[in-house]
C-alpha cells in the first residue's frame, strides 16, 4: 500500500487557540512538537497496516513546520510553498494512474462557519462558509474532491470531535479519531498526546488495513462541481470574482461550476487566495 498523509496543525491534540499554530509565537515549537508526535504516530499505524511507501504532506500554513530529522525515517517528506497546498504531491503519473492507494488527513478541523469547532476554517480566514454542490464542507472535503478526483480515498481524518461529526457527511466509509473535545472556536479539551497518538496510530492501521480491502472509496462528486464561498465582507467577494468562470451571486458569495472536479478545486484554492491577498 502507498499511503499518502496530509498534516495540519489546527487539529492536533493540545493546541486549542489559534496563537500557537502561527511560526513567530513563542509556543509554535511545542505545538510543532506535538504535530510531529501525531504525525509519527499515523506513519507507524500506517507502516503496521501494510504501507510500503509513505509521503507526507506538510499541509499547514507555510507548510514547512515539521522538523524533517523528526520525522518517521520510514517517510519521505514534502514541504514548502506548494501550488497544490494541501493535495500536493499526490497528483497521478504521466501514465493515469493513482499515485497513492490510500489518503490519511491528521491534525484537521472543523469547517469554516462552525459554531463550534476548535479552530474551525476553510484554507483561510476569508471564508465564512464554503460549499461544494450546495452542502458546507471543510478542508478535508475539498482535498477529498481533488483526491477523488486523482483515484485516491481517504482512509482516516484526525481532529476535535466537531470534525468527527461533520465529516461522515461526506466520508461516511472514512476513519475518524477524536485527540480532543472542542470548547467552542478557541478553546478545546485534549487528551494526552501519548493518548493521541495512540488513537491516531490505531486509527492509521485500521485505515490502511481497510483500504487494502477495497473498503475506502475516492469521493466522487457531480457533475457538474459547484464550489462557493461566503467571505465576510464584499470586497473580498470583488476580488475572489476577478477570476474568470466566477460568478457572483451574493452580496458577499461566489460561485464556480465546472464539470472536472480538479478545475473547481483550482477556483476554489485561487478564489481563496486572490481575497487572503488583498486582506481577507
Ligand atoms: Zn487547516
Do not use: C
Request: glycine share 12%.
Amino acid at each position: 500500500m502507498r499511503v499518502y498523509i496530509s498534516v495540519d496543525m489546527e487539529g492536533i491534540g493540545g493546541i486549542s487557540h489559534p496563537a500557537p499554530t502561527g511560526s513567530k509565537d513563542p509556543k509554535y515549537p511545542a505545538a510543532v512538537d506535538l504535530m510531529v508526535a501525531e504525525t509519527n504516530a499515523a506513519i507507524e499505524g500506517a507502516l503496521a497496516g501494510g504501507a510500503r511507501s509513505v509521503l507526507v504532506n506538510d499541509s499547514h500554513g507555510g507548510m514547512y513546520n515539521l522538523k524533517p530529522a523528526d520525522v518517521h525515517r520510514e517517510a519521505t517528506v514534502l514541504q514548502g510553498q506548494k501550488a497544490w497546498s494541501m493535495v500536493a504531491g499526490a497528483q497521478p503519473g504521466p501514465d493515469g494512474a493513482p499515485s497513492f492507494d490510500v489518503a490519511l488527513f491528521v491534525g484537521y478541523h472543523a469547517r469554516a462557519g462552525h459554531p463550534r469547532g476548535t479552530i474551525a476554517h476553510t484554507y483561510s480566514g476569508a471564508p465564512v462558509e464554503s460549499r461544494l454542490d450546495g452542502r458546507p464542507t471543510g478542508e478535508y472535503g475539498l482535498n477529498a474532491l481533488a483526491l477523488g478526483a486523482w483515484g485516491i480515498p481517504v482512509g482516516l481524518v484526525t481532529g476535535d470531535d466537531a470534525l468527527a461529526e461533520e465529516v461522515p457527511n461526506w466520508l461516511p466509509w472514512t476513519e475518524r479519531v477524536v485527540v480532543k473535545t472542542a470548547d467552542g472556536g478557541h478553546s478545546a479539551a485534549s487528551v494526552h498526546p501519548s493518548v493521541a497518538a495512540e488513537r491516531v496510530r490505531a486509527g492509521a492501521k485500521r485505515a490502511v488495513q481497510r483500504a487494502a480491502l477495497g473498503e475506502m472509496l475516492p469521493l466522487l462528486v457531480g457533475p457538474p462541481v459547484v464550489v462557493e464561498i461566503d467571505f465576510g465582507q464584499g470586497f473580498l467577494a470583488d476580488h475572489a470574482g476577478i477570476l474568470p468562470g466566477v460568478e457572483r451571486v451574493g452580496d458577499r458569495t461566489v460561485r464556480f461550476a465546472a464539470d472536472d472536479p480538479l478545475l473547481a478545486f483550482r477556483a476554489f484554492l485561487a478564489m481563496n487566495r486572490l481575497a487572503v491577498a488583498v486582506g481577507g
